[in-house]
């Protein structure tokens, strides 16, 4: 029988005694998807359902419930052929938002509610950004804005309880630091629009969770500093030899926390998007894609962690409302095997760090610039348009199955328990050496990722866990470059852009064909892991029995 202790089980891995300790499920506390009409759509709910089947997705954010085809604010009554008669008062309608987030709640999850964009009739300019054309100014007239904000948060109240809604996180916007993208104000007026917002859902009640100031990226350089955007400031960011000898810093996180302390503004959470890529502009005016190394993540949330326990909130949660490989949603890196194992190694190497680092998105139903063009386009998702799962799906699967207690961990991989059933399991990968630790950079085409198949060389996974029961089999399965590749069938069959429907069914065969395997424990207690990943591959072990 398997030995148990005071803490649980006590386990030795390479014939040394676990020393256990705390392994937080980051990766799966939040995901992300494109906007909130985006929702209502049947295949969207689908694999959002099949997702949090799989993958345990707490909570999932997304843009534009207050976007104008969601219809929460009415200043008139819409005319069809007829005249749109303005009403004598604004009108708030919540059956669009009701849909999407009884779908959501009824999934077992939680939103993690990005309050924007400006409604238009609230707007001070329009049509600012993306296809379906967010409104993303400062409001008309505050007062409106805060009464939006109060009769929304009150409706979700009244619909679904307070004690629930307490649960919820409120964010103020989306990446008000790119002016005239996603907001058109300065940063002030965006510190103006988080005080009154935070005062009013307070006001509401003190226990409702709120923060901010979700801005993007980290910067090496004073382009932030000021009200808006300074290209004049990248300059020797554009032009350094080693991007990562540079040091990136957060944007408006101090200034945010200074401008709430000064003022006694509550911050429950800092949020922020910490993709490890920028652009930058050079002395003569083009933009300069660069690419940050595989550990600039965990760099930079080390260095987030650092500012807020220093700061006057060290018990604000902290959370990545965005991240990814890259922050385009026509990178063809984000469809293939290497997005996985880069995301593995990242998610691990940061568990401790924030309270949430949520992927950019569960799905390639996302319309910011159009549908994409073709069922792998280099769309966010970790499921394609059709419903294929990704390399990326399965890499989330893995890291779901992981314990909560971690037993081991090496450059390679961890090994945990599950605090509740004991239940060992493990995940593996190969981030190849010859990378040197280089991150991915994107690119604009499928075959363009595929030199990074050459990239070697394989790695050998050995590790002995004794302590476990006699007779228990664990179920092994890697992906890798033969195994789980569905971008790489696509591209084998052709590339088609409209494929048919037996088409679909191969790809969809092809994506879940993992290598499989079982291994069994012997009556020695003492399970012998050895195996050979090859270049890319990620692994994982679970206790089937």
Same mark, same amino acid.
């Given at each position: ?29 939040? =995901? ?125 109240? @009244? ?139 965990? @760099? ?17 949660? =902290? ?158 399965? =890697? ?46 207690? =003492? ?19």
């Amino acid at each position: 029988m398997t030995s148990v202790g005071v803490s649980g089980p006590r386990f030795r891995i390479d014939g040394r005694l676990c020393d256990e300790s705390v392994l937080p499920h980051t990766w799966t506390w939040c =995901i992300g998807a494109g906007r909130a009409n985006e929702a209502l759509r049947a295949d969207w709910q689908r694999q959002f359902a099949e997702v949090v089947a799989a993958s345990g997705f707490r909570y999932i954010r997304f843009h534009g419930v207050f976007h104008d085809d969601m219809f929460v604010y009415r200043e008139s009554d819409g005319g069809g052929f007829g005249p749109n008669a303005p009403l004598a008062e604004p009108v708030y309608t919540f059956s669009y938002v009701d849909k999407v987030f009884d779908f959501i709640v009824d999934q077992g999850v939680r939103p993690f509610v990005e309050l924007g964009f400006m409604p238009r009739e609230l707007a001070t300019k329009t049509d600012t950004v993306f296809w379906w054309g967010a409104h993303c100014s400062p409001p008309k007239d505050m007062a409106r804005w805060v009464e939006l904000v109060t009769r929304s948060v009150e409706h979700w109240i @009244d619909r679904y309880g307070l004690d629930e809604v307490r649960q919820w996180r409120f964010e103020v916007w989306n990446e008000p630091n790119l002016v005239p993208h996603f907001w058109t104000g300065t940063r002030t007026e965006y510190f103006e629009l988080y005080e009154h917002t935070v005062r009013a859902i307070k006001q509401i009640d003190p226990a409702l969770q709120v923060g901010g100031p979700a801005t993007s990226v980290f910067v090496p350089d004073d382009r932030y500093k000021g009200e808006v955007e300074d290209r004049s400031a990248m300059r020797e960011t554009a032009a350094a030899a080693d991007v990562d000898a540079l040091d990136w810093r957060p944007v408006w996180i101090e200034e945010f926390i200074a401008w709430c302390a000064e003022r006694d503004l509550p911050i429950d959470f800092i949020s922020t998007h910490t993709y490890p890529t920028d652009f930058a502009f050079g002395a003569d005016g083009e933009a300069v894609p660069i690419t940050r190394y595989a550990d600039a993540t965990f @760099d930079d949330l080390t260095l987030l962690r650092e500012l807020v326990n220093k700061s006057p909130y060290p018990d604000a949660e =902290i959370h990545i409302t965005e991240w990814s490989t890259s922050p385009s949603s026509r990178d063809f890196i984000h469809d293939t095997l290497f997005a996985a194992t880069y995301i593995t190694r990242a998610y691990l190497r940061c568990a401790t760090l924030a309270d949430s680092i949520s992927y950019w998105t569960f799905t390639d139903v996302f319309e910011e610039g159009g549908a994409g063009i073709g069922p792998f386009h280099g769309g966010f998702g970790v499921v394609n348009e059709a419903g294929v799962h990704k390399p990326t799906f399965h890499a989330f699967r893995m890291l779901e199955r992981l314990g909560d207690r971690l037993l081991l961990s090496t450059p390679d991989g961890v090994v945990t328990r599950d605090s509740r059933t004991s239940a060992v399991s493990a995940v593996f990968y190969n981030y190849p050496d010859d990378m040197a630790l280089k991150g991915l950079r994107s690119v604009n085409s499928y075959p363009a990722t595929r030199e990074l198949a050459e990239v070697g060389p394989s790695r050998r996974i050995h590790h002995s866990i004794g302590g476990l029961e006699p007779g228990t089999t664990f179920l092994v399965e =890697i992906m890798d470059w033969e195994h789980g590749n569905p971008a790489e069938a696509w591209h084998r069959l052709g590339a088609p852009v409209n494929p048919s429907r037996a088409e679909i069914d191969h790809l969809n065969t092809v994506a879940d064909a993992l290598l499989r395997h079982t291994l069994t424990v012997p009556p020695t207690g =003492i399970l012998d892991l050895d195996i050979d990943l090859p270049p890319w591959a990620v692994m994982s072990l679970t206790q089937s029995s």
